[in-house]
T-cell receptor, first 112, second 113 residues
Framework: GEDVEQSLFLSVREGDSSVINCTYT??????LYWYKQEPGAGLQLLTY?????DMKQDQRLTVLLNKKDKHLSLRIADTQTGDSAIYFC????????????FGTGTRLQVTL | DGGITQSPKYLFRKEGQNVTLSCEQN?????MYWYRQDPGQGLRLIYY???????QKGDIAEGYSVSREKKESFPLTVTSAQKNPTAFYLC????????????FGPGTRLTVL
């Protein structure tokens, strides 16, 4: 299957911006997603971007998509301690409706 | 309230025993999924189902079995053939159209002693 890669760990100070990066392999994915996982819980959809877009902004979140380089990023402005979690990027499988391939996850640690 | 439930939250079993993890959804979703999560490896798809009485293997199906007799339910059995069953198991569901957002249950942590 496709490989979706992320760095494993990111540490930022409260109030700074966080940037979490992801590289994916399937250029025909329709949607790319960012999910958030709180400790010991399931995942929740944080935001998504349609493949024909370059950027999407949603309050403190900015998603950038570079299709040429197959690179996706999530920027969190004014990072808070409540943002500490694992963040997964995911790509849709164009061959199978609703199937997703998830990245390895990036653990974001917010320090005071 | 609509959502996905998984039970139990924690499960302990002796090596060599089969164990079944429950997943129920009342979102009227057609598709359901089972993932396994291990530290540093992200989520890996075990099985998925897009319609009742039909399911497909994911990337790591060996040692697992599923059934989909009802739309609402998608139980996962971890058999004794699974070589390393200790993990966090997540169930999800989604529609088959549009954004296909997957909704996740709270997970079951299985420990095999």
């Amino acid at each position: 299957g496709e490989d979706v890669e992320q760095s494993l760990f990111l540490s930022v100070r409260e109030g700074d911006s966080s940037v979490i990066n992801c590289t994916y392999t399937d250029s025909s994915s329709t949607y790319l997603y960012w999910y958030k996982q709180e400790p010991g819980a399931g995942l929740q959809l944080l935001t998504y971007i349609f493949s024909n877009m370059d950027m999407k902004q949603d309050q403190r979140l900015t998603v950038l998509l570079n299709k040429k380089d197959k690179h996706l990023s999530l920027r969190i402005a004014d990072t808070q301690t409540g943002d500490s979690a694992i963040y997964f990027c995911a790509e849709s499988d164009p061959g199978t409706a609703s199937k997703l391939t998830f990245g390895t996850g990036t653990r974001l640690q917010v320090t005071l | 309230d609509g959502g996905i439930t998984q039970s139990p939250k924690y499960l302990f079993r002796k090596e060599g025993q089969n164990v079944t993890l429950s997943c129920e959804q009342n979102l009227n979703h057609d598709a359901m999924y089972w993932y396994r999560q291990d530290p540093g490896q992200g989520l890996r798809l075990i099985y998925y189902s897009q319609i009742v009485n039909d399911f497909q293997k994911g990337d790591i199906a060996e040692g697992y079995s599923v059934s989909r007799e009802k739309k609402e339910s998608f139980p996962l059995t971890v058999t004794s053939a699974q070589k390393n069953p200790t993990a966090f198991y997540l169930c999800a569901s989604s529609t088959l159209a549009g954004l296909n957002e997957q909704f996740f249950g709270p997970g079951t942590r299985l420990t095999v002693l």
